[in-house]
């Protein structure tokens, strides 16, 4: 009733420091394949979310792996599709399609839309790719401009203020005034 799939996308030329960028496309394209459902409160949350309505619709994972000297990366994520969700066993909140749109959503159509994203991404995706798309992603930034939580080191520190996904694909927020970067760690929602 959901989707956790993963993909393997061959990319000789990505660096490690840089597949972050991999990481944003697959969430961007995921966002616009969700807009073919739902056109109105859905949101990137750095580094790795979709967030619908305040909750989370999608998570995106990409690692980098070698096998016989090539190198790749596997873009793994997982879809509240038509799943049934128990609030009280999850961490953040959550919510399916099917709860936003209504209706039953098929499956089958989510996966084939999902392999076209992948192919878009891969025909697309340079080296360039990620500074074209680098305002797009800042316009669906999640709690952009807003008061919140980060966790960084462990630590929590409040107050700080969304500003943008950065061209290192850091978060970049606002501490006393000061713009401060967020290369690991967590917005806390």
């Given at each position: 009733e959901n989707i956790m799939m993963s993909v393997v996308v061959p990319m000789q030329w990505l660096s490690v420091s840089r597949q972050f960028e991999l990481s944003v496309a697959?969430?961007?394209?995921?966002?616009?394949?969700?807009?073919k459902y739902i056109l109105a409160?859905?949101?990137?949350?750095?580094?790795?979310?979709?967030?619908?309505?305040?909750?989370?619709?999608?998570?995106?994972?990409?690692?980098?792996?070698?096998?016989?000297?090539?190198?790749?990366?596997?873009?793994?994520?997982?879809?509240n599709v038509n799943n049934?969700?128990?609030?009280?066993?999850?961490?953040?909140p959550a919510i399916n399609l099917?709860?936003?749109?209504?209706?039953?959503?098929?499956?089958?159509?989510?996966?084939m839309n999902i392999l076209d994203v992948f192919e878009n991404i891969i025909?697309?995706?340079?080296?360039?790719?990620?500074?074209?798309?680098?305002?797009?992603?800042?316009?669906?930034?999640y709690l952009k401009n807003e008061f919140v939580q980060i966790e960084k080191n462990s630590e929590t520190i409040s107050n700080v203020i969304l500003d943008s996904i950065g061209s290192q694909g850091e978060l970049v927020y606002i501490l006393n005034g000061e713009y401060c970067s967020l290369y690991s760690g967590r917005i806390i929602f």
């Open positions: 697959v969430a961007l394209s995921c966002y616009d394949l969700f807009q409160n859905l949101f990137i949350k750095w580094p790795n979310d979709i967030i619908l309505m305040g909750k989370k619709v999608a998570g995106i994972l990409v690692e980098k792996f070698s096998l016989n000297g090539s190198f790749y990366y596997i873009c793994g994520f997982g879809i049934e969700i128990n609030i009280e066993n999850i961490r953040y099917k709860s936003v749109c209504n209706d039953h959503i098929d499956i089958n159509e989510i996966l025909n697309n995706f340079s080296p360039g790719f990620f500074d074209m798309i680098l305002k797009d992603i800042n316009n669906k930034l």
